[in-house]
């Protein structure tokens, strides 16, 4: 079966989800129709339908009389972030087959994650992050929650977004993902897993605790 080929409208979206992924775009940000209809050499019709298909996604949210602005992801968002993750990434881990593919993007992504911290390159560690942890997910072998965590990492991104100090946000966790891979390529998926929990724990809490003192200025 060959796949579907993507309309113009879709693959103008997946540039703009690539601009979220990247940090390029954050929460708040506003999206100028002249700008981006110049930037990406499309009609303002094209462009309009881009905005529909990724406002009901949920990345972007129209007002009224102001135009188009990147979501601004809500605690009660960031805590249901996680308990997802928790329930996606622990079993995958857990029950990981020796030698996954997986296992090898994780890998790239941890050293990719300690070559962008050496440069200072602290949104390429979070894109680093954001790798490992969908690298966890095809563990599973099973597409359908490899494209469903495709969009929770868009609203992770924008959760990153949010505190604006990725050195701070990222810093604590890169060598806790080198911890995790250790554990998983010694044949320990079991304890993998159960540090993956404990991480996951403690970056709900410490990004809530980020967001509780940015919010009042947000």
Same mark, same amino acid.
């Given at each position: 079966?060959?796949?579907?080929?993507?309309?113009?409208?879709?693959?103008?979206?997946?540039?703009?989800?690539?601009?979220? &992924?990247?940090?390029?775009?954050?929460?708040?940000?506003?999206?100028?129709?002249?700008? /981006?209809?110049?930037?990406?050499?499309?009609?303002?019709?094209?462009?309009?339908?881009?905005?529909?298909?990724?406002?009901?996604?949920?990345?972007?949210?129209?007002?009224?009389?102001?135009?188009?602005?990147?979501?601004?992801?809500?605690?009660?968002? &960031?805590?249901?972030?996680?308990?997802?993750?928790?329930? &996606?990434?622990?079993?995958?881990?857990? =029950?990981?087959?020796?030698?996954?593919?997986?296992?090898?993007?994780?890998?790239?992504?941890?050293?990719?994650?300690?070559?962008?911290? $050496?440069?200072?390159?602290?949104? %390429?560690?979070?894109?680093?992050?954001?790798?490992?942890?969908?690298?966890?997910?095809?563990?599973?072998?099973?597409?359908?929650?490899?494209?469903?965590?495709?969009? &929770?990492?868009?609203?992770?991104?924008?959760?990153?977004?949010?505190? =604006?100090?990725?050195?701070?946000?990222? %810093?604590?966790?890169?060598?806790?993902?080198?911890?995790?891979?250790?554990?998983? $390529?010694? %044949?320990?998926?079991?304890?993998?897993?159960?540090?993956?929990?404990?991480?996951? /724990?403690?970056?709900?809490?410490?990004?809530?605790?980020?967001?509780?003192?940015?919010?009042?200025?947000?």
């Amino acid at each position: 079966m060959t796949e579907p080929v993507q309309t113009l409208a879709e693959t103008v979206a997946e540039r703009i989800r690539e601009k979220v &992924i990247s940090g390029t775009l954050t929460p708040g940000s506003h999206l100028s129709e002249m700008v /981006l209809c110049e930037e990406l050499q499309v009609s303002r019709n094209t462009l309009r339908e881009v905005f529909r298909i990724l406002t009901k996604e949920g990345l972007l949210r129209y007002e009224a009389n102001r135009g188009v602005f990147v979501s601004t992801p809500s605690m009660s968002t &960031i805590i249901d972030i996680y308990r997802v993750r928790r329930f &996606i990434e622990c079993p995958a881990l857990a =029950q990981a087959h020796p030698r996954h593919p997986g296992m090898q993007r994780m890998r790239l992504a941890v050293d990719d994650a300690h070559l962008c911290r $050496e440069a200072g390159n602290w949104l %390429g560690v979070g894109s680093a992050d954001i790798s490992f942890h969908s690298a966890i997910v095809e563990l599973a072998d099973s597409p359908r929650l490899s494209s469903f965590y495709a969009h &929770i990492s868009l609203e992770l991104r924008l959760v990153f977004g949010l505190l =604006q100090d990725p050195e701070f946000l990222h %810093g604590p966790f890169i060598d806790q993902n080198g911890e995790i891979l250790l554990e998983l $390529e010694a %044949g320990r998926s079991v304890a993998a897993a159960e540090k993956l929990e404990a991480y996951l /724990l403690r970056a709900e809490r410490f990004i809530l605790g980020a967001y509780a003192r940015v919010a009042p200025s947000a």
